[in-house]
């Protein structure tokens, strides 16, 4: 997980590192790693054209460093103060935005640039309101934002989110943990692992979903459960089912429509249709394992009718679900307000979205950015659900669960064509798990920042993968 701070817990985390450190240790550091990002951009140094714009404060100290280390290799660099930059900046190969970075507070106005010219933010594009997103000025648009010890809340939220671009991050070795996070390649590690002793109950999975006008639901969340490790499934349908024709042989077809004591856990709600509270809260109010609620179970009227103080459930809607159970919160700040809905239902709650928001009733919050467009078509949350499902069975707490399922979910999708069916997607996730499990390296360090999307499949057609710190604490 890598951190995700507000810009008053990044100046705590900077000051612990300056008293063990000193400050000009942070910032040759800080330095060292935009150049390198820099590098990376231009392919190679030598005779690129660079201008550093810098600011009074450490984001400016940080572009001079690294406007040294690019001319030490040979790029004609040219550093602008802020104070005195011009209207426009001449043609060039590449921009670095080192103006103002944390905790920025006036309106900024940039110098404009020719078409093209590619632009590395410092930390943050200037002129945006770290903590909220908001927009301070006329920020340039970056092409590629380096997170400098931690990710802050407006790389993932709000209108400044768009202006980040890609969003890589160089860990410096100063935050080592947080209550909010992004989930990354390397927490997938635990999804492998099973006990030599386990048996076909110890993972099992019940399902409530499908019906006669929706038979497909079912398939694909048993799909999803099966491709994330689920060990037996166990499905009860609303109506008369018999057109299940597709449904895997491992699953086993219930009558009783009722939850098995052996399941470890309860997914409910896709394809049941609507006005089912009543339906499905006969079934899940004895309930003690946790619950897993999508689709047409997200019903206000079945969270009024069961009693949720307690219980572990997961609520995983998308932003129209979300409005009606929340009775109309304020969206515009998806993290207060997903964290706010989770803390007064005592759910954890998923939000789906570009960038996924998961909750929990303590305030923790887990930030997923993978996925595609491939993922924006009917039946993909059924698989995610049938997926977080087996997660759970699998015995990690609902909370990681829902995240590093979402993130799996988001991986397999980068997989696909924009254009290809839910269908597709269990095989894919089948695959990642495999090759996880295949890499040594990664499961014996409990993960590694091995991209088994790009070896597996060559380059991604989504948001970039977010890499771990190499030993010197920059992401490669």
């Known amino acids: 997980m890598i951190p995700v701070l507000s810009v008053a817990q990044m100046r705590a985390a900077d000051a612990r590192a300056v008293s063990v450190r000193g400050s000009d240790a942070l910032v040759e550091l800080a330095g060292y790693a935009l150049g390198r990002e820099a590098q990376r951009l231009l392919g ?234 009543s339906w499905l809260a006969k079934r899940l109010v004895d309930v003690r394992v946790p619950v897993v609620l999508d689709a047409d179970g997200l019903d206000t009227n079945l969270l009024d009718e069961v009693p949720l103080a307690g219980r572990r459930w997961l609520l995983t809607p998308h932003e129209g679900e979300f409005a009606r159970l929340s009775k109309g919160a304020d969206i515009t700040n998806r993290v207060g307000a997903v964290r706010a809905f989770a803390a007064q239902s005592q759910c954890v709650v998923l939000l789906k979205g570009p960038i996924t928001i998961v909750a929990d009733p303590l305030g923790r919050v887990r930030f997923v950015r993978s996925g595609t467009a491939a993922l924006a078509t009917a039946g993909t949350g059924d698989v995610l659900s049938g997926l977080i499902g087996a997660t759970i069975a699998r015995g990690h707490e609902v909370f990681e669960a829902a995240a590093m399922a979402a993130h799996l979910h988001g991986r397999a999708g980068e997989r696909l064509d924009v254009y290809a069916p839910a269908s597709a997607l269990p095989r894919a996730i089948s695959e990642i798990l495999d090759e996880i499990s295949m890499n040594e390296e990664y499961v014996g360090r409990g993960g590694s920042h091995a991209d088994f999307n790009a070896r597996a499949r060559g380059p991604r057609r989504g948001r970039s993968r977010t890499s771990r710190p190499d030993d010197d604490g920059y992401s490669a």
């Open 44 to 277: 190679t140094c030598y005779g690129k054209r660079v201008v550093v714009i810098v600011g009074p404060g450490l984001n400016g100290a940080d572009g001079r460093v690294a406007a040294r280390w690019l001319k030490g290799r040979g790029s004609q660099v040219r550093i602008v103060e802020v104070a005195n930059q011009p209207r426009a900046i001449e043609q060039c190969d590449l921009v670095v935005d080192a103006a103002f970075g944390l905790g920025c507070s006036r309106p900024y106005s940039p110098p404009s640039l020719s078409a093209g010219t590619r632009v590395l933010a410092a930390d943050l594009p200037s002129g945006v309101d770290s903590d909220t997103g908001a927009l301070l000025g006329s920020p340039l648009r970056a092409d590629v934002t380096l997170a400098l010890g931690a990710f802050k809340y407006a790389h993932l939220i709000g209108p400044s989110a768009p202006f980040c671009g890609e969003v890589r991050f160089a860990g410096l070795g100063i935050v080592e943990q947080a209550e909010d996070g992004v989930v990354e390649d390397d927490d997938l590690a635990s999804l492998i692992q099973r006990a030599p002793g386990d048996h076909k109950w110890v993972h099992a999975v019940s399902v409530f979903a499908g019906s006669p006008p929706m038979p497909g639901a079912a398939e694909l969340v048993a799909r999803g459960a099966l491709a994330g490790g689920a060990s037996m499934i166990r499905l009860a349908t609303r109506g008369d089912a018999s057109n299940l024709a597709n449904l895997p042989p491992e699953v086993v077809r219930s009558s009783d429509k009722s939850v098995d004591r052996r399941s470890r856990v309860v997914v409910a709600g896709p394809g049941l249709g609507q006005d089912v509270a």
